[in-house]
């Protein structure tokens, strides 16, 4: 069964520093890999996604995510972090056979001055 | 272009009375999603359709609750009997043919049973 693990409950990260949140996934075939962002009081929306190809894509709001399929992880990522990105951050991963993604627990991010 | 529209966005209702969840979802969307979201459980699949067809209702929680959608535009998610730990926020989503699994999320239905 597919499954993706965010081992950071919580991050807490000051403002203008990077930012890397951990996302470890759990399927036998090739995955799709989505990081979505839900601010408070909001849904989730997409952020970036990955299918195939470069394994460093770029997504929206300056974020980027590497795939590794050694490590079996698929990492958030921003050079630096600005005040509006404290949210809450969830890797979903999906693949060919099955039409709904799996979602991690999330990793909230607090962002201090 | 719209998004995905759920309403109410917001609801309160006393336990045992009927609650009616509306989707619309993305035109040309083929995929439909019930998600429920709490503190304690997180985010849940409760049922997806294709085609208008139910495909995968095992997140259901129990038979109090059904979702229909009897179009390409328009689902409900029906909660009957509400219990106060039916209080989330429910969100719809969609998803295209050939996205690969790419899903798009409404703003949530956030209920309170009290």
């Known amino acids: 069964a597919q499954s993706v693990t965010q081992p950071d409950i919580h991050i807490t990260v000051s403002e203008g520093a990077s930012l890397e949140l951990r996302c470890n996934y759990s399927?036998?075939?090739?995955?799709?890999l989505f990081w979505y962002v839900q601010s408070p009081g909001q849904g989730l929306q997409l952020l970036l996604k990955?299918?195939?190809?470069?394994?460093l894509v770029q997504g929206i709001k300056g974020f980027e995510a590497e795939f590794k399929r050694s490590q079996s992880s698929f990492n958030l990522r921003k050079p630096s972090v600005h005040w509006s990105d404290a949210a809450e951050y969830f890797c979903?991963?999906?693949?060919?056979?099955?039409?709904?993604?799996?979602f991690g627990t999330g990793t909230r991010l607090l962002v201090s001055p | 272009d719209a998004g995905v529209i759920q309403s109410p966005r917001h609801e309160v209702t006393e336990m045992g009375q009927e609650v009616t969840l509306r989707c619309k979802p993305i035109?040309?969307?083929?995929?439909l999603f019930w998600y429920r979201q709490t503190m304690m459980r997180g985010l849940e699949l409760l049922i997806y359709?294709?085609?208008?067809?139910?495909?995968?209702d095992s997140g259901m929680p129990e038979d109090r609750f059904s979702a229909k959608m009897p179009n390409a535009s328009f689902s409900t998610l029906k909660i009957q009997p509400s219990e106060p730990r039916d209080s989330a926020v429910y969100f719809c989503?969609?998803?295209?043919?050939?996205?690969?699994?790419?899903?798009?999320f409404g703003e949530g239905s956030w209920l309170t049973v009290v």
């Open positions: 989503a969609s998803s295209p043919t050939g996205e690969r699994n790419t899903i798009y």
């Open positions: 399927y036998g075939a090739t995955p799709y």
């Open positions: 990955y299918f195939s190809g470069d394994t």
């Open positions: 979903a991963v999906g693949g060919t056979g099955f039409q709904k993604l799996v």
């Open positions: 035109s040309g969307h083929n995929s």
């Open positions: 359709f294709n085609n208008n067809v139910p495909i995968d």
